[in-house]
């Protein structure tokens, strides 16, 4: 069974940042391809960046340049630098892993976390 657990949100001023973690466990993260999603209330879902099972990166264009994506193996820990961080990100951030390899406009989220909240706020 895949578990998947954000950590890492929380209550930060606008232009900073954070780094969230998604521990993965009952799958290899190197196997297959993961993601981050975001809500915003209203319940409007948006793509943010995905990495590969073989490594390769691809972001949401409203993120490019101050997102990274990144992964652990030896930890099964995936993660997301966010920086330059504008009160209209404020969202509740998700962890998902596919079934597939691929990331980029072929991935597919078939498993989630439960959601960590980013606040962006002065």
């Known amino acids: 069974q895949v578990r998947l657990v954000e950590s890492g949100g929380g209550w930060v001023q606008p232009g900073g940042s954070l780094r969230l973690a998604c521990a993965v466990s009952g799958s290899d993260i190197s196997t297959y391809a993961m993601g981050w999603y975001r809500q915003f209330p209203g319940n409007v879902r948006e793509w943010v960046a995905t990495?590969?099972?073989?490594?390769?990166?691809y972001y949401a264009d409203t993120v490019k340049g101050r997102f990274t994506v990144s992964r652990d193996t030896a930890k099964n820990t995936m993660f997301l630098q966010m920086n330059s961080l504008n009160p209209e990100e404020t969202a509740l951030y998700y962890c998902t892993q596919a079934r597939g390899t691929l990331g980029g406009t072929w991935y597919r989220a078939d498993y989630w976390g439960q959601g960590t909240q980013v606040t962006v706020s002065s």
């Open positions: 990495i590969s099972a073989g490594g390769g990166t």
